[in-house]
């Protein structure tokens, strides 16, 4: 739980006259924004018009009513954001940028990501306050202590109690990201579920999982890394491949956890390592290293983007870079990865060809798959002419003679 605090000032309750009194909380943002410095104290009285102005404005509402009336102020807020790219200005100015080089898949794509980061500061403007145990002071509030908990940690004695303040549209991602941890994700290849935790990405695109259940393992490969294992699914798969010896890495602490609770789970222990590292484990080769790293090279705007975005090319270079100083003696890199950079505009095939040339790499083969998940069928999408067009692929890599 962070250390920074927020503060607002509310009247007085029962004294007469009523005086401003000060109040102060923990403050809680996955995505380390810091504390709002103008906090309104609102409740059911106000309108979905009013709280829109507010939040465009950059003023935080910290919500005092019903639970259920908070999220669905929300949900106003939601569609009046929607809206705003409907009206006469909006559309004129959609229909100037469809006759000018704004309309390229990358302008496209970086008008949507400026969308999505407006969205997401517009709805974390709506504040909820938890007490010291994660509970939710509101009518019609739900229990939300084992999510918390599940996300943020255990409250440790000794740490002062003090109430915490988080935005509403955080505080469902947390409830919903527990949900999938109950229920766990269904892994055809593996015959078994995944559990996810909040914060790591959940393995619910099967394409890239179907391309490793797939891809053929020499019976001599008896080693093998997982370079950004998240869940563990990889790691568990080339396990139950056959491969005798697996080591899985990741830098997220999360991440850390959920894979060894996955790995436990399907009783893998004895095949399947898990280590806290920057790509690589510090000592060691393998016969086979596989990285499934972030797919679009742009810049991440919170620790979840980070699972979706990789700047600069950066994970997926260092893994190149480090491959074959990690391999055996004819030993394979497999690097699965989407061409939506590609579509995007963000990155030429070229480019990632060069990648491999300046690594010290050869291929071996490609294998290819086209994505199912509902985004590609969806015409609305703002991304969709890219989606549409995209395949996942592995590529089987390794050192150049």
Not at 122 to 146: F, I, Q
Not at 202 to 227: C, H, M, Q, W
Request: charged share 20%.
């Amino acid at each position: 739980m962070t250390t920074n605090t927020i503060s607002w000032e509310s009247k007085s309750k029962g004294a007469k006259p009523a005086k401003n009194e000060t109040h102060t909380a923990y403050w809680q943002s996955e995505a380390h924004n810091p504390p709002p410095k103008r906090v309104h104290v609102i409740d059911d009285t106000l309108s979905a018009d009013a709280a829109y102005k507010l939040a465009c404005e950059g003023n935080a509402m910290l919500w005092s009513g019903d639970f259920q009336n908070a999220k669905h102020l929300m949900q106003a807020i939601s569609r009046r954001i929607d809206n705003r790219f409907t009206k006469p200005k909006a559309v004129k100015a959609a229909n100037q940028a469809e006759r000018s080089n704004e309309s390229s898949p990358q302008a496209q794509f970086h008008l949507h990501r400026k969308n999505q980061i407006e969205r997401a500061r517009t709805l974390g403007m709506l504040l909820v306050e938890l007490s010291s145990d994660y509970a939710l002071p509101y009518n019609r509030a739900p229990d939300v202590k084992a999510a918390c908990e599940s996300a943020y940690g255990v409250i440790k004695n000794g740490v002062e109690k003090k109430n915490i303040v988080v935005s509403l549209r955080e505080l469902l991602g947390v409830i919903g990201a527990y949900e999938w941890r109950k229920n766990g994700v269904d892994i055809e290849a593996l015959n078994a579920k995944i559990t996810p935790y909040y914060g790591v990405y959940s393995p619910l695109r099967g394409e890239y999982i179907n391309l490793v259940a797939t891809a053929p393992i020499a019976p001599s490969v008896k080693t093998a890394f997982d370079i950004g294992t998240g869940t563990g699914v990889l790691a568990a798969l080339l396990a139950q491949r056959g491969v005798a010896n697996v080591v899985a890495t990741d830098t997220n602490p999360r991440a850390i956890k959920c894979a060894t609770e996955n790995i436990t789970t399907l009783g893998l222990t004895k095949t399947v390592k898990i280590a806290e590292a920057d790509l690589y484990p510090e000592v060691g080769r393998a016969d086979l290293i596989v990285c499934n790293p972030p797919w679009i090279p742009a810049s991440a705007n919170s620790p979840i983007d980070h699972a979706i975005y990789d700047p600069n090319n950066q994970m997926l270079k260092g893994f190149l870079n480090g491959l074959v100083g990690h391999l055996n003696p004819k030993g394979e890199g497999w690097l699965i990865i989407s061409d939506i950079a590609e579509h995007l505009g963000l990155r030429t095939r070229e480019a990632l060809l060069a990648m491999f040339v300046a690594a010290g790499l050869t291929i071996i083969d490609k294998l290819d798959i086209k994505p199912t998940h509902a985004k590609t069928q969806d015409k609305m999408d703002a991304l969709y002419a890219a989606r549409a067009k995209e395949v996942t692929s592995l590529w089987r890599l390794k050192a150049a003679v």
